[in-house]
């Protein structure tokens, strides 16, 4: 039967149809694409605000330690100049009327407090208070406010009648026993601070100084007088570049006990 020509071109149309439904992806494929695509851009989203959120978190864990730096830092300066002022020692235990807790060894000093008196319990390092003397130096001044336990003097011969200063060194800083760091005869121009540190044998009244020079002439000079027995424990004095022009040079530092000079002093560089 002969085929007009309304059929062929219909049949034509619905041949070219079926080529491109033939070459197109089928409608559960392209569902799936786009879902997948949706995915990908909601875990985009997840990671972008999952890191922004970490950034955030570690900014304010920053913050926090730097706080707690500054409130401990805050809290030593207190505790030294209520010390330089002379504040008074009060006991607890005569105020808690309870039983001391065990000694607490902090450094080479003991401290009690008791066991109810509400307070937190605090080492009590051997450590020197800071006493402002000359330009505003100091010695270390995170100071107990509880009045150091006297400990034994260690018998040696030295100036000071009977007091003692040895292994006198120069360093950038000190750790947390008061100790030099690192000490050196050498420092590269741009330090911002000096610490001379000794191991101290002193009795109580006895007047510490140093005197630091540069190509022989005085930049500062600080003295400290403990009202209490310091037996083999660090002390040192700190000369800031706040105080001094640190500047290039040959430098020393004498250390004194009552005005009679402790051995030889103590030479360093800082180089420019």
């Known amino acids: 039967m002969p085929i007009s020509s309304k059929t062929f071109a219909v049949a034509l149309i619905a041949l070219a149809l079926g080529g491109c439904n033939f070459f197109s992806q089928p409608s559960d494929i392209q569902t799936e694409n786009l879902q997948s695509e949706l995915a990908r851009t909601q875990i985009a989203g997840i990671r972008a605000t999952g890191t922004a959120a970490a950034e955030r978190l570690a900014i304010t864990i920053e913050f926090a330690q730097e706080a707690v730096q500054n409130a ?27 039983a001391a807790t065990p000694e607490i060894a902090g450094g080479d000093v003991q401290q009690t407090l008791p066991t109810d008196s509400g307070l937190p319990v605090i080492p009590n390092p051997l450590i020197t208070p800071g006493v402002i003397v000359t330009q505003g130096a100091s010695a270390r001044g995170d100071a107990p406010l509880a009045q150091p336990t006297p400990t034994p003097l260690i018998d040696e011969q030295s100036e000071g009648g009977g007091s003692a200063l040895s292994n006198i060194q120069v360093s950038a800083r000190v750790g947390g026993d008061d100790c030099a760091v690192n000490p050196s005869t050498s420092f590269s121009q741009g330090i911002t601070d000096l610490y001379v540190v ?36 660090c002390i040192w004095f700190h000369l800031p570049a706040s105080d001094a022009d640190l500047a290039a040079g040959n430098w020393a530092v004498q250390m004194s006990i009552n005005d009679s000079p402790v051995g030889q002093p103590v030479a360093f560089t800082i180089n420019g």
């Open 72 to 98: 401990e830092l805050q809290s030593t300066r207190i505790a030294s100049t209520l010390i330089a002022q002379g504040t008074p020692f009060v006991e607890l235990p005569e105020f808690a009327g309870a």
């Open 198 to 233: 000794a191991t101290a044998n002193v009795s109580a009244g006895a007047t510490l100084s140093a005197r630091w020079t540069r190509e022989g002439v005085e930049v500062a000079y600080y003295e400290w007088t403990p009202d209490f027995n310091i037996g083999g424990a």
